[in-house]
């Protein structure tokens, strides 16, 4: 495969000689009875041939004439086996049997190299095929067998340095969308693609709808080449700027508007081929018309129904039309709206019935629809929104406060938000989230169970919080004396030993979690809640751990708030370092008034626990109060 | 050596269990869990009869991870003893 030619060598192909010529890295078959500026006829074969050529032989001067060559004996040839032996996935498959042959008697055969040689030779691949040879190369890469040999050969690098005169045949035997994903698999920029398609006269819209499918899709590669060429630079976002700009005003003196005519062709494209299902194949059509058209919902509805609605074979009824245009309106009117008013849109709907669900379901709505930049912006704000309700709450307000923990929780669900790396960044140890995670658990375990809950007696959801380490629980000492040891005996000793294993497995589950690999610390608590959860149920003897640990997720919060204070106690380990961040604290302070803000809430929150004793917490609670946690 | 199930009387004049025992580096390093509330939890090195916390953060680390292993490991078995 790395053969080495030199100029003027000449090879041999099926027989045939054809002459080097490296300045141009082509091949040029000799015919010697024709002119040429070497005194030969040179007819020009694609790179693709040239590499499976496997042993250049210097010329030799023939030793007989040559028969005399026709005038074009290549594309003759090239008929006759279009003709009789065409490239396909089958009799490829057939190169493969005779590989897994050849490969068991030589391990160390390459399949590429095999394949190239092989499928060239016999089938003499014309760039015709390349879009075949495209679909085995695929075939192998998706056969496990293939997987661990060394397939040197990728078929999308044959098209390549032959793509720019067959896109138009590609684009026209496989659409649009498929050369985009063959370019995609390439090194090929998309900004030069987009360029060269409207360049060809691509329709703008056809360009923008695949592009913007290709951000939809699940396939990371894609989607972050389209994202990249959509934000990365003046001139791509010019490319798309025009993209987007070119929308097609409807021009009803034609008799036939422009968007009418677009609706009817697009719908015999589908319906002669039909490659989706009615209702894929009428949002796709929408996104098209909303991107291609000025036109406002109940207009779009109104073409629509005129021209395609009931008509056979996908047969759109008009509910459905309604239902998708009133959806995609929707999502057209959140693309425009204002930050600040998606955010209340938000808020507003966590106040409906499933607070969970419907702020998911909300923060999905809002990152699918809009950019990338708006998208940034209202995480930004919603951090900061949340920021600023926890902190100026100087009265406890449980309604808010499960609408700013469901938030989090919520926002935490979309893979790539950086709403909780926003407020990691911003507000370190997450402690009022975790305020406020601790007081919705306590909260929803009342409205479960409002009047048996510690007796019938509401209170207060600050007043079950655990309050925080004494500062003397971590004291300044760092050497004990060992007093008394011993292996308990007792059923009561052994006991104490089983509920420090299991609290301690949670304590260095969520410290590993959090301190060693950074996670978030809201997602660790419930996870270790329902991980305990799940191992507490059915067993009665670690229920009554439960019963001792109290209501989890308080128990786990409180870690996390322990967790806070081995920080402070961590920063004891060096003097220097203590010094060090004292001097930036002040620092901090003097150029931050939100440093303040911040210590001000310690206060407030420290100030709001000091007055619970821990056996409440833990003594008061009864079997009935874990199972309402194991429920959870 | 302090063994993983010992309970233990400080000189600050509270119980732990030894939750979990390790050697690292030829040490012998515990992790202590208080019996009262069993929040109070000290990584320490055991040395004559003495227990020290461990300051260096970056150790502290290393003894988390191995701390979090070992207990993994012996999950199944706590749970079957109590069974």
Same mark, same amino acid.
């Given at each position: 495969?790395?053969?080495?030619?030199?100029?003027?060598?000449?090879?041999?192909?099926?027989?045939?000689?054809?002459?080097?010529?490296s300045?141009?890295?082509?091949?040029?078959?000799?015919? %010697?009875?024709?002119?040429? &500026?070497?005194?030969?006829?040179?007819?020009?074969?694609?790179?693709?041939e040239?590499?499976?050529?496997?042993? &250049?032989?210097?010329?030799?001067?023939?030793?007989?004439? &040559?028969?005399? %060559?026709?005038?074009?004996?290549?594309? =003759?040839?090239?008929?006759?086996?279009?003709?009789?032996?065409?490239?396909?996935?089958?009799?490829?498959?057939?190169?493969?049997?005779?590989?897994?042959?050849a490969?068991?008697?030589?391990?160390?055969?390459?399949?590429?190299?095999?394949?190239?040689?092989?499928?060239?030779?016999i089938?003499d691949?014309?760039?015709?095929?390349?879009i075949?040879?495209i679909?085995?190369?695929?075939?192998i890469?998706?056969?496990?067998?293939?997987?661990?040999?060394?397939i040197?050969?990728?078929?999308?690098?044959?098209?390549?340095?032959?793509?720019?005169?067959q896109?138009?045949?590609i684009i026209?035997?496989?659409?649009?969308?498929?050369?985009?994903?063959?370019?995609?698999?390439? &090194?090929?920029?998309?900004?030069?693609?987009?360029n060269?398609?409207?360049?060809?006269?691509?329709?703008?819209?056809?360009i923008?709808n695949?592009?913007?499918?290709?951000?939809?899709?699940?396939?990371?590669?894609?989607?972050?080449?389209?994202?990249?060429?959509?934000?990365?630079?003046?001139?791509?976002?010019?490319?798309?700027?025009?993209?987007?700009?070119?929308k097609?005003?409807?021009?009803?003196?034609?008799?036939?508007s422009?968007?009418?005519?677009f609706?009817?062709?697009?719908?015999?494209?589908?319906?002669?081929n039909?490659?989706?299902?009615?209702? %894929?194949?009428?949002?796709?059509l929408?996104?098209?018309?909303?991107?291609?058209?000025?036109?406002?919902?109940?207009?779009?509805?109104?073409?629509?129904?005129?021209?395609?609605?009931?008509?056979e074979?996908?047969?759109?009824?008009?509910?459905?039309?309604?239902?998708?245009?009133?959806?995609?309106?929707?999502?057209?009117?959140?693309?425009?709206?204002?930050?600040?008013?998606?955010?209340?849109?938000?808020?507003?709907?966590?106040?409906?019935?499933?607070p969970?669900?419907?702020?998911?379901?909300?923060?999905?709505?809002?990152?699918y629809n809009?950019?990338?930049?708006?998208?940034?912006?209202?995480?930004?704000?919603?951090?900061?929104?949340?920021?600023?309700?926890?902190?100026?709450?100087?009265v406890?307000?449980?309604?808010?406060?499960?609408?700013?923990?469901?938030?989090?929780?919520?926002?935490?669900?979309?893979?790539?938000?950086?709403?909780?790396?926003?407020?990691?960044?911003?507000?370190?140890?997450?402690k009022?989230?975790?305020v406020?995670?601790?007081?919705?658990?306590l909260?929803?375990?009342?409205?479960?169970?409002?009047?048996?809950?510690r007796?019938?007696?509401?209170? =207060?959801p600050?007043?079950?919080?655990?309050?925080?380490?004494?500062?003397?629980?971590?004291?300044?000492?760092?050497?004990?004396?060992?007093?008394?040891?011993?292996?308990?005996?007792?059923?009561e000793?052994?006991?104490?030993i089983?509920?420090?294993?299991?609290?301690?497995?949670?304590?260095?589950?969520?410290?590993?979690?959090?301190?060693?690999?950074?996670?978030?610390p809201v997602?660790?608590?419930?996870?270790?809640?329902?991980?305990?959860?799940?191992?507490l149920?059915?067993?009665?003897?670690?229920?009554?751990?439960?019963?001792?640990?109290?209501?989890l997720?308080?128990?786990?919060?409180?870690?996390?708030?322990s967790?806070?204070?081995?920080?402070?106690?961590?920063?004891?380990?060096d003097?220097?370092k203590?010094?060090?961040?004292?001097?930036?604290?002040?620092?901090?302070?003097?150029?931050?008034?939100?440093?303040e803000?911040?210590?001000?809430?310690?206060?407030?929150?420290?100030?709001?626990?000091?007055?619970i004793?821990?056996?409440?917490?833990?003594?008061?609670?009864?079997?009935?109060?874990?199972?309402?946690?194991?429920?959870? | 050596?302090?063994?993983?199930?010992?309970?233990?009387?400080?000189?600050?004049?509270?119980?732990?269990?030894?939750?979990?025992?390790?050697?690292?580096?030829?040490?012998?390093?515990?992790?202590?869990?208080?019996?009262?509330?069993?929040?109070?939890?000290?990584?320490?090195?055991?040395?004559?009869?003495?227990?020290?916390?461990?300051?260096?953060?970056?150790?502290?680390?290393?003894?988390?991870?191995?701390?979090?292993?070992?207990?993994?490991?012996?999950?199944?078995s706590?749970?079957?003893?109590?069974?």
């Amino acid at each position: 495969m790395n053969q080495i030619w030199n100029e003027s060598d000449i090879v041999i192909v099926n027989g045939e000689e054809y002459l080097n010529d490296s300045a141009s890295e082509r091949l040029y078959q000799v015919y %010697q009875d024709k002119l040429n &500026p070497r005194g030969r006829q040179l007819y020009k074969l694609s790179w693709a041939e040239k590499v499976c050529v496997a042993v &250049p032989r210097v010329y030799e001067p023939a030793k007989k004439e &040559p028969e005399p %060559q026709p005038l074009e004996p290549k594309a =003759q040839k090239q008929e006759v086996r279009e003709n009789n032996e065409v490239f396909n996935l089958e009799n490829a498959k057939k190169v493969l049997e005779d590989f897994d042959k050849a490969y068991s008697a030589n391990p160390r055969l390459d399949l590429g190299h095999y394949l190239l040689t092989h499928i060239f030779k016999i089938l003499d691949v014309r760039p015709i095929y390349t879009i075949d040879i495209i679909e085995f190369g695929e075939y192998i890469c998706s056969q496990p067998k293939y997987k661990d040999k060394d397939i040197s050969w990728s078929p999308v690098s044959l098209i390549l340095p032959q793509f720019e005169s067959q896109v138009e045949k590609i684009i026209e035997k496989k659409g649009l969308e498929v050369t985009f994903r063959l370019l995609l698999k390439s &090194p090929a920029n998309v900004y030069d693609m987009v360029n060269y398609l409207l360049e060809k006269g691509m329709s703008a819209a056809e360009i923008a709808n695949v592009l913007s499918k290709f951000l939809s899709e699940k396939d990371e590669e894609f989607q972050s080449k389209v994202e990249d060429f959509l934000k990365d630079d003046i001139e791509t976002k010019e490319i798309y700027d025009k993209l987007k700009n070119n929308k097609k005003k409807p021009n009803p003196s034609n008799g036939m508007s422009a968007v009418e005519k677009f609706i009817i062709d697009a719908y015999n494209q589908e319906a002669a081929n039909p490659q989706m299902s009615a209702e %894929q194949w009428l949002f796709s059509l929408l996104d098209l018309i909303y991107v291609s058209f000025n036109l406002k919902a109940e207009e779009v509805k109104d073409l629509i129904v005129k021209n395609v609605v009931g008509k056979e074979p996908l047969n759109i009824d008009i509910l459905t039309l309604s239902r998708f245009v009133i959806e995609k309106d929707r999502q057209i009117k959140y693309c425009e709206q204002d930050v600040d008013v998606l955010i209340d849109d938000l808020i507003e709907r966590i106040n409906e019935k499933s607070p969970l669900d419907v702020s998911v379901e909300g923060l999905e709505l809002v990152h699918y629809n809009v950019t990338l930049e708006k998208w940034e912006e209202f995480n930004s704000k919603l951090a900061a929104r949340i920021y600023t309700d926890l902190n100026s709450s100087s009265v406890v307000d449980p309604v808010k406060y499960k609408k700013l923990y469901y938030l989090i929780i919520a926002s935490s669900k979309i893979s790539d938000t950086t709403l909780i790396g926003k407020l990691e960044e911003k507000f370190g140890l997450f402690k009022n989230e975790l305020v406020a995670m601790a007081k919705e658990a306590l909260e929803r375990t009342r409205q479960e169970d409002p009047f048996e809950y510690r007796g019938g007696e509401e209170k =207060q959801p600050l007043e079950a919080l655990p309050k925080e380490f004494e500062d003397d629980e971590y004291s300044d000492d760092d050497e004990f004396e060992i007093v008394h040891r011993r292996k308990p005996m007792t059923k009561e000793g052994k006991k104490k030993i089983l509920y420090a294993s299991i609290a301690g497995v949670g304590i260095i589950s969520t410290l590993f979690l959090t301190f060693v690999q950074g996670y978030n610390p809201v997602t660790v608590v419930a996870e270790c809640v329902k991980t305990f959860g799940a191992l507490l149920k059915n067993n009665a003897t670690l229920a009554q751990l439960g019963v001792k640990l109290g209501q989890l997720s308080v128990y786990f919060a409180s870690v996390i708030v322990s967790f806070k204070s081995f920080f402070k106690f961590a920063d004891t380990f060096d003097e220097s370092k203590v010094n060090n961040k004292i001097d930036k604290k002040e620092k901090r302070r003097k150029a931050e008034p939100i440093e303040e803000d911040d210590e001000e809430v310690d206060e407030a929150t420290d100030d709001d626990y000091s007055f619970i004793d821990e056996d409440d917490i833990f003594d008061d609670l009864d079997e009935e109060d874990i199972k309402r946690v194991v429920k959870r | 050596m302090l063994e993983k199930g010992e309970l233990i009387n400080l000189s600050n004049n509270k119980e732990y269990a030894v939750v979990s025992s390790i050697i690292y580096q030829g040490a012998n390093y515990v992790y202590l869990l208080d019996t009262d509330t069993y929040k109070d939890f000290k990584f320490c090195k055991y040395e004559e009869e003495k227990v020290k916390l461990v300051k260096d953060e970056e150790l502290v680390k290393v003894l988390i991870a191995k701390f979090n292993t070992d207990l993994k490991e012996n999950l199944a078995s706590i749970v079957k003893d109590s069974e």
